[in-house]
């Protein structure tokens, strides 16, 4: 289901940048998003007593961070 879900939204990257990305970079774009917010919100539950806004704030820095990496597009 997961996988499914992927390929969808990578599927919706390439639909919307068409002359920027194929279909291998658009799913390295994606892995790139999702693997940031996994691994950022990960690193944020290993700290105690992080609330759930501390959460949002990590997902979202990683977002930010993983959108200026894919300006190299």
């Known amino acids: 289901m ?7 939204i990578a599927g919706a990257f390439l639909k919307a940048f068409p002359d920027e990305l194929d279909p291998i970079s658009a799913a390295a774009a994606l892995g790139s998003l999702l693997g940031a917010v996994q691994a950022a919100t990960r690193a944020c539950g290993e700290l105690h007593g992080q609330s ?3 959460y949002l704030k990590a997902g ?3 977002v930010e961070i993983a ?3 894919l300006g190299a597009l």
């Open 67 to 69: 959108m200026r990496g």
């Open 52 to 54: 759930e806004e501390e």
């Open 2 to 8: 997961l996988f499914d879900l992927q390929s969808k």
């Open 60 to 62: 979202r820095r990683a």
